[in-house]
């Protein structure tokens, strides 16, 4: 029996890619048989640039319209990895609207989907009577002038912590829509709101749902505690407002050390339930 060369032995290592992208002319992330999305055009480009085929696994799936400057996604691959040359070369190859900032290898149990520990996303509207600059009409949303910003603040407050979030999120068969709320609060800079809204996941349309109702309460439509009682609800509300996906950034995911990622890999797969003693309206 002849032995095999160890030199000719392919090893599949895992890559991990942050990226950024302008939503506005891609049918969300997801690949889609015949329409342009984020996936299909850096699955794409890194196939050729690698010569292999490469399937991705993201971190956060955007909806058609919505921005990343923070998403994280991975692939495995066993051509020889040069992470440079990898970057300037996909900087060629890449539309304008869609750029890879970073590459590097991580261990094989990073996945950028289940190893992640939370996600982060700004909401940015304006209160301009202008509505939005120019230069930020494509990532910038016009709200009604004079938004009371204290009373967004007090409704999102109201829904922190973990809890049912039913009320926000289009159901998909099988998912749960428990989650947990780690941080929503807005910024006034000048003209500009910006929401900041962290969890540890979220469902489909959450965080565009989540900023519709608080915004509502900002325009005097309705009270913070109309928010917390949305908690209530078991299904998604008709009354809440999604609002629009170009308003919406995904900036940063955060990951646990590399000893950690198996064990936070297995506790993002159990089912999400809101335990007994912890009700389900804001406090």
């Not at 990226?19 to 329409?35: H, N, V």
């Not at 999604?242 to 050390?257: E, N």
Request: neutral net charge; hydrophobic residues 40%; contains cysteine.
């Amino acid at each position: 029996m002849i032995a095999e060369d160890p030199a000719q032995q392919t090893v599949a290592v895992r890559v991990r890619l942050d990226i950024g992208y302008d939503g506005t002319d891609f049918i969300g992330w997801a690949r889609q048989p015949g329409l342009r999305t984020v996936q299909g055009v850096l699955e794409e480009s890194l196939s050729k640039v690698l010569r292999e085929p490469i399937q991705l696994t993201v971190a956060g799936r955007t909806d058609a319209g919505v921005h990343a400057e923070g998403q994280v996604a991975h692939f495995d691959t066993t051509s020889a990895f040069d992470g440079p040359k990898l970057l300037h070369r996909l900087a060629r190859f890449l539309p304008k609207d869609v750029r890879v900032k970073n590459v590097r290898i991580v261990p094989p149990e990073f996945d950028a989907r289940f190893s992640a520990i939370r996600r982060h996303y700004a909401y940015r509207l304006t209160t301009a009577p202008y509505g939005a600059e120019p230069l930020q009409a494509r990532s910038v949303v016009p709200c009604r002038p004079g938004v009371d910003l204290d009373a967004m603040r007090a409704a999102s407050r109201k829904l922190l912590g973990l809890h049912d979030f039913a009320a926000f999120c289009r159901r998909r068969e099988g998912a749960t829509t428990v989650r947990e709320l780690q941080r929503y609060d807005w910024e006034r800079v000048g003209d500009l709101l910006i929401a900041h809204v962290s969890a540890d996941a979220f469902c489909w349309s959450m965080v565009r749902s989540l900023v519709g109702a608080v915004l509502a309460v900002g325009e005097g439509r309705r009270t913070p505690e109309w928010v917390a009682g949305l908690l209530d609800e078991r299904q998604r509300s008709s009354a809440v407002t999604v609002a629009p996906a170009h308003g919406l950034s995904l900036v940063g995911v955060d990951y646990p050390p590399d000893e950690e990622l198996a064990a936070r890999n297995a506790q993002t797969r159990e089912m999400r339930t809101v335990p007994a003693g912890e009700g389900c309206c804001g406090g």
